[in-house]
């Protein structure tokens, strides 16, 4: 194969084109028009909630949720040390400050270490949990690739301590529940907030762009308000509160109605896709693909191997530059956010299975496209190349 077969790229097989021409037609690109609604309306029906508001970035995104969680400058976020960074920085744009927390086997925020960090490391006083001086006002919880974190408990506590949650569901849309306390529950739906991205390496895209949704409708309602500047007068240009030109443009929504056609199609694909890849991985000494919770229906967006470093010690660097060479393209898990400059001197809570992961995750190609010949050749390159690296 002379081509890279890519990590994650988008599918534009449906009525793309034919919406995209529509909202240019009708000539309403920007922040009005009706496939925003329709969009917004797709969303809130496939979640089984009342209400979603769609905007520019799952950072935008991020960022409302967690002013609508009222979170102020000086207080403090509990945030995963193991995700993208666009779930950290909006902490820093309300001039709040993060606490980074642990990961379980999922790759999701480790719920025993959330609890014992609130329990022994801070004071509740008044049904206001202090760590030092500092108000702990929320949680962001990432679900990772996909998977979904183990709600439940970490719901749990934060009931105890009254703390907000926000799901950065960015990865994870239409990721569910199928058994327990939070049967059929979508991944974003959960907490008080849940917030989705449609950048273009996400299960659906509409070039860039993103959604909130709250427990509370009216909460939505208010987060549309400050995504649209704030504007109080359908006449006059009043404004009560500080608002972000944060709304998703027509453009874009005519592009993610017509992804959202496909999502149950997407989620399919690669559901399948997911099992064919751990049969050729069944056995495999050198490395051993991440599963996904039980009791949930995952969306299997993205795909990881973990690496067996008893036995491979070389960089990931060397892994993923020797699979380039042979068409395959694969990426390291994200360098720890409490490892980035902006971030060295932040607090950190007993972290010890994110650096572990770090060392070890590989991404590898999981496109809705892809094709059974392409993923044996991927999971072939794979296992040679690290039995190429491999000590024995
Ligand atoms: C993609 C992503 C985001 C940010 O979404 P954008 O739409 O790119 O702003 C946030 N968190 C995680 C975990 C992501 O993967």
């Known amino acids: 194969m002379n081509r890279l077969i890519p990590l994650s790229v988008p599918n534009f097989e449906g009525n793309e084109e034919k919406y995209v021409n529509d909202a240019l037609e009708q000539g309403w690109v920007s922040t009005g028009g ?23 970035s799952g950072t935008a ?18 945030v995963p040390a193991l995700t993208f960074i666009a779930t950290v920085n909006p902490v820093k744009y309300q001039f709040a400050t993060p606490i980074f927390m642990d990961c379980d086997d999922s790759l999701c925020m480790d ?57 950065d569901a960015t990865e994870a849309l239409g990721t ?21 991205s449609f950048n273009g390496n996400k299960i659906i895209t509409t070039g860039g762009g993103g959604a909130v949704t709250a427990r509370n409708p009216i909460a939505v309602k208010h987060l549309r308000y400050l995504s649209t500047q704030a504007k109080d007068d359908p006449h006059y240009y009043i404004h009560n509160e500080v608002g972000y030109n944060y709304r998703m443009t027509n453009l874009q929504a005519a592009l993610g109605v017509a992804q959202m056609e496909k999502l149950p199609e997407f989620i399919r694909r690669k559901q399948i896709n997911y099992e064919k890849y751990k ?7 050198l490395g051993r693909m991440i599963p996904f919770r039980e009791e949930t229906a995952s969306n299997k967006w993205f795909y990881s191997l973990e690496i067996n470093r ?18 395959v393209q694969t990426r390291a898990v994200w360098g720890l956010i409490n490892e980035q400059l902006p971030y060295r001197n932040e607090y950190t809570y007993k972290l010890k299975k994110v650096s572990y992961y ?31 690296f491999s000590n024995e």
Do not use: W
């Open 310 to 327: 008893d036995k491979v010690t070389v960089t990931l660097r060397d892994i993923i530059t020797e699979l380039e060479k042979r068409g």
């Open 61 to 78: 995104a991020l960022h409302l949720a967690l002013i609508e969680a009222g979170v102020n400058p000086g207080d403090e976020v509990i």
């Open 111 to 167: 719920p025993i270490k959330l609890q014992n960090f609130c329990k022994h490391e801070c004071v509740f006083r008044n049904g206001v949990l202090f760590h030092n001086s500092r108000i702990v006002k929320a949680v962001i919880v990432v679900h990772v690739f996909g998977n979904i974190a183990d709600m439940v408990s970490i719901i749990n506590t934060a009931h105890m301590y009254h703390l907000k949650i926000i799901e």
């Open 34 to 56: 009706v496939y925003i609604t329709r969009l917004e309306q797709q969303m809130a029906k496939f979640l089984h909630t009342d209400d979603v508001a769609v905007c520019q």
């Open 358 to 388: 770090a060392d070890r995750i590989l991404n590898f190609p999981s496109s809705t496209q892809i094709t059974d010949k392409e993923i044996i050749y991927v999971a072939e390159q794979i296992k040679e190349t690290l039995e190429r």
């Open 279 to 285: 049969q050729m991985f069944d056995g495999f000494e």
């Open 176 to 196: 569910k529940y199928t058994k327990g306390l939070y049967c059929d529950r979508y991944a974003g739906t959960i907490g008080d907030f849940g917030v989705f």
